[in-house]
């Protein structure tokens, strides 16, 4: 998921100086498990805009599982709230920038609405885990060599993000000579790759990767969901679960 931590409250007045009646948005995905999008945290942004003397017009709380950046489902809010938008000074986003402008994008091309649309969030990247802690696992390179590292990608957990290692560096603790409070990664992949068996990938050599293959921005192409046969299968689970 993608990480986010809130921007300051003084640079997001910054942002919404000289506007006055706000739309607030929230995500219902990632900004949700990081507080920087859910219900309470675009509440709370309310309230600290609202001593500031703006008025929040609107606030489009996303349920839990409904992502901004999934127009199919985030437009239906936008759509819920076409009056509210169109006598907006300005949008705060409060999810991650992929977020942003996926609705900016949808307002301003499907919805006729241009407006000065921010994000109240900054984004930090792919991390996992959770629920309270999280690390950074995967940049997105396009080109993974999980394969060949023993399930560890050396691009994010090795210090240098070498894809030949280890450097030489590594403490007699087996600690990393960047930051000594963590484990060198290509020593984790060398033992991991002895536990399973596939020493021999350790000796191999990986050649530079070819980062023109990762040309911005990324295009994908899928077939549509079928929306409503997910939300069933969502229902499903849901009551299989007690919930
Ligand atoms: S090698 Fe690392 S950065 Fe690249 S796709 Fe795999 S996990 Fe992600
Ligand atoms: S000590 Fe290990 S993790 Fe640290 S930079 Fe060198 S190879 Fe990477």
Known sequence: MMGQTQKPLEEILKYLNGRRKIVLMGCGGCATIFHTGDPEAIDRMAEALS????????KIKLPFGVFCCYLPMSSQFLKMHQKDLEAADAILMMSCGDGTQAVRSYLDNEMGIVKPIFSANNALGFVGEGPANFIEKCLGCGDCVLPETAGICPLTQC???????PCGGTTPDGKCEVDPEKDCAWLQIFRRLEKIGELDKFAEIRTPKDWSKATRPRRLSVEPLDLMAKLKELKNTLVSMGV
């Open 159 to 165: 210090a240098k993000g070498l894809l030949n290692g």
């Open 51 to 58: 001593k500031n003397g703006k008025e929040i017009i609107a």
